[in-house]
């Protein structure tokens, strides 16, 4: 089995602290103190007490096994008090750190080596920001599409920083055209700021390309599951977001328009995000609430970052469970039930 950070971390604690002798053994999970974010500091400044109280206890022959408990107890309360009470800013944040799980991570958790990529649009290029191809989950092909970031300067510049140009959603239509060909069930991952904006994207027909996608994808004539996996921002999200299940990982947003840009057209100022990010309901909780979703997958406490093998597992879970759902419905039962889902959101009573 592959090692996590956390495994290996708790392999070098032993090996320079020797502390599975202690009478206790503490279980923690490490990350680079770059990657805490401004509201985790309390948990960083724990963590560091944690660690300096575990090197006194092996330097010298002071027993602080009771001292390492009361830390160890103080941490995980604090970490249950802050992630289970995030504003909808904290969750954004959160759906943007640099250690989460992109698109990739997740296809080659869910399928290993069975995933084949391909490419191209048939028309003009490959886009990077939209990757796609076939692969297997739990024995059961799919054609797998979604938008891939980077995680360097260099892969977020091939990449675009996973805003799609025409290409892409016309690249991820063909190959859904093509599962539907040959009756393959569809699995959109979700995660973008946006579609690109960019003046050559308008060119060659951005808007066209995303309502075209729209429209395809409400007719596909077999099952599409999505999952939003970081961010669900604007047409970007919504030009590979239509499904019969629709899942949202806990600490992910789904929104017409990102807190910043809000925050910028409103109070002509960028440091009102917070609020706009309130303002637009647009967390997991909100979106299950407004039924705009199917439902929500739980994650690790802390995000999907502090333990990927478990985020990956939960993950496939549900989407196997909405293909289970959905496999023995007739074409025409399929399409029927997609059209009359979208086309009762919206609607309310006075």
């Known amino acids: 089995m592959k090692q996590t950070f956390a495994h290996k971390y708790e392999i070098y604690l032993f090996e320079r602290f020797k502390i599975l002798s202690l009478p206790f053994q503490i279980k923690i999970k490490r990350r680079n103190p770059m990657e805490y974010l401004d509201f985790e500091l309390p948990i960083k400044e724990l963590e560091e007490q944690l660690d300096k109280c575990l090197v006194i206890g092996q330097e010298s022959d002071v027993d602080v096994t009771n001292t390492c408990k009361q830390i160890n107890k103080k941490l995980e309360e604090t970490k249950r008090h802050i992630y289970k009470n995030l504003t909808a800013w904290q969750r954004v944040q959160l759906s943007r750190h640099p250690s989460r799980p992109y698109t990739m991570d997740h296809v080659r958790a869910l399928c290993g080596d069975t995933f084949l990529e391909l490419f191209g649009d048939r028309g003009f290029k490959d886009d990077k920001a939209m990757i796609g191809g ?5 024995g059961q092909s799919f054609m797998i599409v979604g938008q891939q970031k980077g995680f360097n300067t260099k892969t977020r510049q091939f990449r675009n920083f996973g805003m799609p140009n025409p290409e892409g959603y016309r690249k991820a239509l063909r190959l859904m055209k093509m599962a539907e060909k040959f009756g393959i069930p569809v699995l959109t991952l979700v995660d973008t700021p946006g579609a690109y904006p960019g003046l050559e994207a308008e060119e060659r027909g951005q808007g066209e390309a995303i ?50 840009s809000c925050s910028s057209i409103l109070w002509k100022s ?81």
């Open 134 to 138: 076939l692969g297997k989950i739990d």
């Open 211 to 260: 309502a075209r996608n729209i429209i395809e994808m409400i007719r596909l004539k077999v099952p599409i599951i999505t999952v939003i996996v970081g961010e669900g921002a604007s047409g970007g999200a919504l030009g590979i977001g239509v499904g019969d299940k629709v899942y949202m990982m806990e600490n992910t947003w789904y929104s017409v328009i990102s807190p910043e």
């Open 270 to 350: 960028w440091e009102y995000k917070e609020q706009a990010a309130e303002a637009l309901k647009l967390t997991s909780a909100d979106m299950k609430k407004q039924k705009l979703v199917d439902d929500i997958i739980p994650e690790p406490l802390g995000g999907a970052h502090y333990d990927r093998e478990t985020a990956f597992k939960t993950v496939e879970q549900y989407i196997m469970k909405g293909f289970n759902e959905l496999k023995d419905l007739s074409t025409e039962q399929l399409v029927a039930q997609r059209m009359d889902k979208y086309s009762k959101m919206g609607e309310y009573k006075e």
